[in-house]
């Protein structure tokens, strides 16, 4: 067997036993595709210092998801001060980690933030995905961040770029 032969069966038997990832990327039509940014976009803000400043334009949080709504680019995302759970204790066998849920709701309320993407009518897109990020998914979102009809700080997406995804063990099942 060639070298060639032996490093791309190699290859093929380490993608095969990994945990799979799933891709929000497979549909070409996704309206999200046009969110992703390719570089990093720069020095981002915390969720809870860009909730104490207050509305902003031209902003780019940093932070972790834990919510995504199924159908739309509407999310999620937690100041990265917060631990998931097994973030630290590795021990932990949390199955949804992604919820915070050893948390107290006062505290995730405080240190998160509702992230949406809007057409030009100001209506939240429609997706069947968020292109290239799934839950857990550290990220920088661009945008504006404004106060809602109810007074909800919501940050406006321009654009995102993933930071960085985490490494979970093989029993945690993405949600579909």
């Excluded at 860009?50 to 932070?63: D, L, M, Q, R, T």
């Excluded at 995102?160 to 945690?172: A, K």
Aim: aromatic share 6%.
């Amino acid at each position: 067997m060639s070298k060639v032969s032996r490093s791309l069966s190699l290859l093929m038997l380490l993608a095969s036993c990994g945990q799979a990832e799933p891709t929000n990327t497979a549909n070409p039509d996704n309206p999200t595709n046009a969110l992703v940014i390719d570089v990093d976009p720069g020095k981002a803000t915390t969720v809870v210092k860009a909730k104490s400043n207050g509305p902003s334009e031209g902003i780019i949080i940093e932070g972790r998801i834990f919510d995504i709504t199924k159908g739309f680019a509407l999310m999620k995302m937690m100041d990265l001060s917060m631990d998931y759970c097994g973030q630290l204790n590795k021990e932990e066998t949390c199955p949804t980690p992604w919820d915070f849920c050893c948390d107290n709701q006062d505290d995730i309320t405080a240190h998160s933030v509702l992230v949406k993407a809007v057409d030009a009518s100001g209506e939240t897109i429609e997706a069947d995905s968020l292109a290239n990020l799934r839950l857990l998914d550290e990220i920088k979102v661009k945008g504006e961040l404004i106060k809602d009809d109810y007074g909800n700080l919501v940050l406006l997406a321009t654009g995102w770029f993933r930071v960085e995804r985490p490494d979970l063990p093989n029993y945690i099942k993405w949600p579909e």
